[in-house]
């Protein structure tokens, strides 16, 4: 049997947008570079997993779906809202579960007992944390508007609730050597994580991040497709290894990329970097 997450829109907010924790968001973050074709706010969560499942018909014969809120902060509404959302998704037929993208500093209690009680149930439950850096100045001057703290206790409380944890990490974000992200591998090795995510920063149009990249560009790690390739490789090879890679480099439309401009798809960077690890 194979699963296939299904992206769906959720119509949640950003804390970090709407003014509750800041308005401008941050700084690399463009939200219309988040969703597939299938996927629109618009239709109900029915609608967008029905249209999901047509889109993947075919592609294998014995499929299951996880329905995936992706987009924006897909914790961040009271429980009662939450658990309409999330049970709508789980009521449609052949969806087995739910991977759930948040900010670390979105995940009460409440959710995670929630969320634990449909994990006993039998679902499929995971939550993806954007934790991105784990230095509180890099958080700080991409606005974030969350601490290393948040995410410490974030990550902890969702073992504690035996929910299956991925964080995402950015890779190249400003002022962040090399040397800083692969000593991130030694804070990440001692958390009670299951899986992560890696993907390299994409400088996008309309972003604060492209003004800044503009006024200074060599704020930024500029790295070569060869120069990521080995970073993630080493990074690879220091974490523990229970630990799932999920993911190895991002890809937003090439039109809204002002850099870098690698001319690959992630799956061919996967390629290189699993060669590398060879
Ligand atoms: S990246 Fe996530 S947390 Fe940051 S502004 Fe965009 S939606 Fe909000």
């Known amino acids: 049997m194979k699963l296939q997450k299904i992206m769906l829109d959720g119509g949640f907010s950003c804390p970090n947008r709407d003014g509750h924790v800041g308005t401008g968001g941050c700084t690399f973050c463009r939200t219309d570079a988040f969703n597939p074709s299938y996927c629109r706010s618009s239709n109900t969560i029915r609608e967008q997993v029905e249209a999901g499942k047509r889109f993947f018909a075919g592609k294998y014969p ?5 329905a995936y809120f992706q987009a924006y902060s897909g914790t961040y ?130 972003t604060a991040m492209a003004k800044e990249f503009t006024r200074n560009p060599e704020d930024f790690y500029a790295m070569s497709i060869d120069d990521y390739v080995e970073l993630v490789a080493t990074f690879i090879s220091r974490l523990r290894k229970d630990i799932r890679i999920e993911r190895f480099a991002a890809a937003a439309p090439a039109n809204l990329i002002i850099a870098p401009h690698w001319g690959l798809k992630p799956g061919e960077v996967q390629r290189k970097i699993e060669e590398k690890l060879q």
């Open 62 to 66: 014995d499929m299951k779906y996880l």
């Open 77 to 206: 509404a009271p429980l009662d809202i939450l658990r309409q959302r999330y049970e709508e998704a789980l009521s449609v037929e052949d969806v087995v579960g739910l991977v759930i993208g948040t900010r670390p500093d979105c995940v009460g209690d409440d959710v995670l007992h929630f969320l634990s009680d449909l994990k006993k149930k039998g679902f499929l439950i995971s939550l993806e944390l954007g934790i991105e850096s784990f230095y509180d100045s890099t958080l700080k001057r991409v606005n974030r508007a969350h601490t290393v703290q948040d995410s410490l206790s974030a990550i902890h409380r969702c073992a504690d609730a035996g929910i299956d944890t991925t964080i995402h990490l950015m890779i190249g974000l400003p002022g962040e050597t090399r040397e800083d992200i692969l000593a991130e591998t030694d804070i990440i090795n001692r958390l009670p994580i299951h899986a992560i995510k890696l993907h390299q920063l994409q400088i996008l149009k309309g």
